[in-house]
């Protein structure tokens, strides 16, 4: 079993920034693909940006050139650094991990941006 597990969220002013992390409980090398998803309740999970072990990086419309998606393999942590933030950026997200057919969920962090 894989644990994920996000923080970095918070309450931030439009245009700050925040830096999500999502620690692994084991190499994320083995991962070929991790990404960062975010939800609004009420609406459904999206893809905001992903990454594979080649570190070809994928990102929504909406964020791109705001938000950066890296990873550490030696930490074993993913993160997302996002800038330029706007209040439709708020909502829980959520780090995934996929290793073959199996697919791992951390618990999500929530971010929030609001003046």
């Known amino acids: 079993q894989v644990q994920l597990v996000e923080s970095g969220g918070g309450l931030v002013q439009p245009g700050g920034s925040l830096r999500l992390s999502c620690a692994a409980s084991?190499?994320?090398?083995?991962?070929?693909?991790m990404g960062w998803y975010r939800q609004v309740s009420g609406e459904q999970r999206e893809l905001v940006a992903s990454?594979?072990?080649?570190?070809?990086?994928t990102y929504v419309d909406s964020v791109k050139g705001r938000f950066t998606i890296s990873s550490d393999n030696a930490k074993s942590t993913l993160y997302l650094q996002m800038d330029s933030l706007k209040p439709e950026d708020t909502a829980v997200y959520f780090c995934?991990?996929?290793?073959?057919?199996?697919?791992?969920w951390g618990q999500g962090t929530q971010v929030t941006v609001s003046s």
């Open positions: 995934k991990a996929s290793l073959g057919r199996v697919v791992y």
């Open positions: 990454i594979t072990t080649g570190r070809t990086t």
């Open positions: 084991r190499s994320i090398f083995s991962f070929y693909v």
